[in-house]
Structure formats: C-alpha cells, structure tokens
C-alpha cells in the first residue's frame, strides 16, 4: 500500500523554517511535482523581517503556491505583482525563463502575524520547456470546495473527485487540501489499478492521521503505490496535502532550475550571471547572484515499509 515515507528535511531561515520534502534523494518527483516545500508555520513579531526573498530565476516549470495563514507578495518580470492570501493560488510559468521576488508588504510586516503555507514546483512537459512566461491568481470560485461532516477539501490544482480547478495547467495531476477533524475517513483520488493516476502522495502539514493501520505524524510526505486504494483517518485535527499526477519523465535541478537537458540548466545559468534576465519592475535593486555551488536536498533517512 505504501510505497515510501519522506520526512521533511526543516532549516531555519532565521526565526522562519521550511520543511523541503521533494526532491528527496531516492525520490526525486511525484507526478510532476519536483520540488516541495512547507514554509512555516511561524508568527512574525511586529516589525519581524517575514518573507523576504530577493529576486531570483526559473526555467523549465511552474511554481504554485497556496498558504494557509498569512500574505506573501509577488512581483515578476512579467510586469505582475499580485499579493496572495490564505485558499488562493498563485500559479506562475516560467517556460524559457522568468524572474520573480516574494516580500512580506512592509505594513503587514509593521503588524505582524502568522505564516504557513505550500510552495509547490511543477516541471513542464518538454514541449513547454521553452513556452513563453506566464502568471495566474486564482482564488474562490477557481477553487471547488467540499465541507461536510468534519471534511473540508479544496482542489487546487488539476482534477479530481469529478472536479476541475480553472488553474491551467501543463500535463495530468491534482493538488487537494484537507482539513480534517478527528476520527473523519476519507480516500485519495484513485490510482492506477482503478483507471487514476499514476503517481499519488499525501503530505501531513499538521496533526496525524491513519493510513491502513500505520500512523503518520506532521511533516511526512507518503508516497503510495500505484495500485493502493487506501482509507485515511483522522487520527486528530489535521492539514493534509493530497498530490499527485502523471510523470513528465527525468527532469534535471540546479539551483532554481528544471530543465530536460544540461544545455538549458548551462544556458539560464550563463544568461543569470551575464545579467540578461530582466529584474521586476519595482524590485529591481537587489537580487540573488548564481551561486557556485547550490545547495541540495540532504539525503534523509526513510521510514522502513
């Protein structure tokens, strides 16, 4: 039923931590998701520096990123700056190359409050890997809703349970949001074996739940195998991000990077540092230089199936 455990790898970014879940070094996608991260939770002191990541490039995929608590501001090379909040999505497609910043706005960091949410990366097929760039905000309506006997699901991203977000998208996934109160039961979409996806995981934000008769805690991402159809149970109030899709085939990752090839990673590399990516209007006076070596995701231990 479970064909791997991902413990999230936390850093602390200074009074702020992300949990990296993917890529994890004997698993490096789900579906197509390629990268994984769970910022927070945290809460900012009035006047804390919060979010402050400096502008910086992508090539090869779209970035999503959904919170729970707090704001966070986008601005991009596209001309776009668009604040998201808690149950929207900012869906941005990099394609052959787009650069972009998120700030925490300087009033709402004045006042303080708290933080969490999802960021997500999703390669693009080969085809689009050199697409022009492109950025989307998709909030209430875009999202279909469920909330009933303990069980709130909102579909984020993609297709699933006989729904369809408006989030355009590049290839076959789905990207659910739980909430769920204690002792609730429910299921993934369905699998391979049952005319689904491919590829499945749940990753627990918060709280516990049950899959089959194991027990996962916050911060453990389960991978499921193609065939499982399993039963989640609450095993207390939890937060529980349901992922999954069909693969795009191998993908390489240098820094913020996807790409199919190593000449498109040596290609973006070269245009960053030769300063040929323009920088977003409005932010444009700092920015993150190319690192010699960028960090990767540690290996971590996996929990025995």
């Known amino acids: 039923m479970i064909e791997m455990v991902i413990d999230a790898r936390r850093k602390d970014l200074g009074g702020f931590e992300v949990g990296r879940v993917l890529p994890f070094h004997s698993r490096r996608m789900v579906g197509p998701f390629i990268f994984l991260d769970q910022m927070g939770p945290a809460d900012f002191a009035p006047g804390a520096e919060a979010i402050n990541v400096r502008p910086h490039p992508h090539i090869g995929l779209s970035t999503l990123t959904y919170l729970f608590e707090g704001e966070i501001l986008h601005r991009d090379n596209t001309g776009v700056t668009q604040a998201i909040r808690p149950g929207e999505v900012n869906w941005m497609t990099a394609g052959k190359g787009v650069v972009h910043s998120e700030r925490t706005d300087p009033l709402r960091a004045a006042q303080g ?29 875009d999202l279909p809703a469920y909330d009933n006997q303990g069980l709130f699901a909102r579909l984020v991203a993609g297709e699933a349970y006989g729904a369809t ?141």
């Open 113 to 141: 409050g708290p933080m969490h949410g999802m960021q997500a990366w999703i390669a693009l097929p080969v085809e689009d890997e050199d697409r022009d760039p492109g950025f989307m905000h998709y909030a209430g309506p």
């Open 165 to 305: 977000a408006r989030v355009k998208t590049s290839s076959p996934l789905f990207y659910v949001h739980w909430e769920l109160q204690p002792g609730v039961r429910t299921a993934p979409p369905p699998g391979k074996g049952a005319g689904g996806y491919s590829e499945r995981a749940l990753y627990v934000a918060s709280g516990a739940i049950e899959v089959g008769d194991r027990a996962f805690r916050a911060g453990q991402m389960i991978v499921l195998e193609p065939t499982a159809e399993p039963t989640i149970k609450a095993l207390e109030r939890s937060t529980v991000m349901v992922l999954g899709g069909e693969p795009v085939g191998p993908r390489l990752i240098w820094w913020n990077f996807v790409a199919s090839s190593q000449d498109r990673i040596d290609a973006a590399k070269a245009d960053w540092k030769a300063g040929r990516m323009k920088l977003p209007d409005g932010d444009d006076h700092e920015f993150i230089p190319l690192p010699d070596t960028p960090s990767t995701p540690e290996p971590a231990p996996t929990d025995p199936v």
